[in-house]
């Protein structure tokens, strides 16, 4: 098959959640705003549930519209249903946050993925195209230490979040322009989010279903 341009999932296609990080994120910023005085009377339990309520909604919220949800404002809803003030997102929390993601590190899906990645930006035109969630892109990105050779395009800077087509959209708009949208290549995790969308937008797809497939990618395409 022709391939030109290749964008790839990041969660769940690259790395996986790190369980032990949701546990320690939860623990630190409870005893951060407890230090600050802002939980009285709320306990651990009732911050994880929070969390866990305000990260579903804005997924669900998400899938509805297709629009992001700035992230800022996803810590907003947070700290509100903990009737924290919004003041305190602030550069301190997200550096508690960028702390501890680096201290509990995502587990790669497959133990050469990024080495993978990086031979195929020398071959074709590559792009990390993916919903950031809650954590900002910028701790993506220091993960991937992709240099310039990788062009990545996130929920908190593309406005728009997958599977709506304007996500794909955009990135196209971007960087494949006028090329055919049949030499564009998205590998991810999900069909309802990867493979269903970019071949309604006239791409194809490639679902990474463990770490195998990556070995079969590098066959098909390296």
Known sequence: MTIKHVTIDFWGTIFKSNPDYAVARDKAVFDYLADKGHLKGITLLYLEE???????????????TGLAIPLVAKHHMFFNKLNVPISEVNAEYFQLINDLFKQYPLTPLH???????????????????????????????????NGDDIHEHYTDN??????????????????????????WLHIGDMDEFDIKPIKAFGGRGFKISGASDWDNLKTLLL
């Open 111 to 145: 133990p050469d993925v990024l080495e993978i990645i990086q031979a195929l930006s020398d071959k074709y035109l590559v792009g990390i195209l993916s919903n950031s969630g809650m954590v900002p892109s910028e701790m993506i990105h220091d993960l991937l230490d």
């Open 50 to 64: 929070a969390y866990k309520f305000i990260k579903e909604f804005c997924n669900a919220s998400e899938l509805a």
């Open 158 to 183: 593309i406005r728009y979040c997958k599977p709506d087509s304007r996500f794909f959209g955009a990135y196209a708009a971007s960087v494949v322009k006028n090329d055919a949208y049949s030499q």
